[in-house]
C-alpha cells in the first residue's frame, strides 16, 4: 500500500535558517504530493502541491519538488520566521479518495 | 482562511455520555470526511461520504456513528467512547470530479477541529 515517510522531530532552527524537511514516499502509480501545515490550536491547511514529476509547488517562501526517481517530496524554505513554527505533513493521494498522511514533522523556530 | 467550520472546538465526556460533534463547509463541495488525529501518530481516516453517501469505513468501531444529512453537513455521533479515544478529530471537504468517467479527489480542505478528552 501506499506509506509516506517523514522525520517527527522536532526540528529546530534559528531565525533566517535555512530548512528543509525530508519526505519519501512509497506509492503505486503517479500519485499527487501535497504539503499541509498544522498551527497551534488548528486544523491541516495545505501549503502547497504538485500533481506530476519534476513539477514544483510553492507558496509562502515554502518550496518542494516532485522527485519521481528518488521518490521524494521534500519541502524547503530558504529563510524560516518564528511565524513558520508548526507541525508540517507530507501527504500523497493515489487513486479515488485515499489521501495517505505522514507522521507530521514539528518545527520549531528561535528568534 | 478556511470555509470549513466545526463545532465544539474543545469537548470532555464521560465514558457513558452521547455527544455529537458538528462539521460545515461552505465551499460547494460534494465530499466530506473524518479524520482522527492522534500524537504521534499519522491521521487516520475514519469516514468518507461522496454526494451525502458513505463510501469509506476504516474499521471504526461502532461507537463512532456519522452522519451525512445533506453535502454541506458532517456530523459524529459519539457514545460509550474508551479513554484511547482521546484525540483531534478533524473535519475535511473537497470536491470530487469526474473525467471521463473515472472520479477524481481534488485537493481536501479542513476545519480547526474537535479536542475530544474522554474521562
Known amino acids: 500500500g501506499n506509506s509516506v515517510t517523514q522525520m517527527e522531530g522536532p526540528v529546530t532552527l534559528s531565525e533566517e535558517a535555512f530548512l528543509t524537511i525530508n519526505c519519501t514516499y512509497t506509492a503505486t502509480g503517479y500519485p499527487s504530493l501535497f504539503w499541509y501545515v498544522q498551527y497551534p490550536g488548528e486544523g491541516l491547511q495545505l501549503l502547497l502541491k504538485a500533481t506530476k514529476a519534476d513539477d514544483k509547488g510553492s507558496n509562502k517562501g515554502f518550496e518542494a519538488t516532485y522527485r519521481k526517481e528518488t521518490t521524494s517530496f521534500h519541502l524547503e524554505k530558504g529563510s524560516v520566521q518564528v511565524s513558520d513554527s508548526a507541525v508540517y505533513f507530507c501527504a500523497l493521494r493515489g487513486g479515488y479518495q485515499k489521501v495517505t498522511f505522514g507522521i507530521g514533522t514539528k518545527l520549531q523556530v528561535i528568534p | 482562511e478556511t470555509g470549513v467550520t466545526q463545532t465544539p472546538r474543545h469537548l470532555v465526556m464521560g465514558m457513558t455520555n452521547k455527544k455529537s460533534l458538528k462539521c460545515e463547509q461552505h465551499?460547494?463541495?460534494?465530499?466530506m470526511y473524518w479524520y482522527k488525529q492522534s500524537a504521534k501518530k499519522p491521521l487516520e481516516l475514519m469516514f468518507v461520504y461522496n454526494f451525502k453517501e458513505q463510501t469509506e469505513n476504516n474499521s471504526v468501531p461502532s461507537r463512532f456513528s456519522p452522519e451525512c444529512p445533506n453535502s454541506s453537513h458532517l456530523f459524529l455521533h459519539l457514545h460509550t467512547l474508551q479513554p484511547e479515544d482521546s484525540a483531534l478529530y478533524l473535519c475535511?471537504?473537497?470536491?470530487?470530479?469526474?473525467?471521463?468517467?473515472?472520479?477524481?479527489?481534488?485537493?481536501?480542505?479542513f476545519g480547526p477541529g474537535t479536542r475530544l478528552t474522554v474521562l
Open positions: 475535511a471537504s473537497s470536491q470530487v470530479l469526474t473525467s471521463g468517467g473515472h472520479p477524481t479527489l481534488d485537493t481536501q480542505y
Open positions: 465551499l460547494g463541495h460534494n465530499a
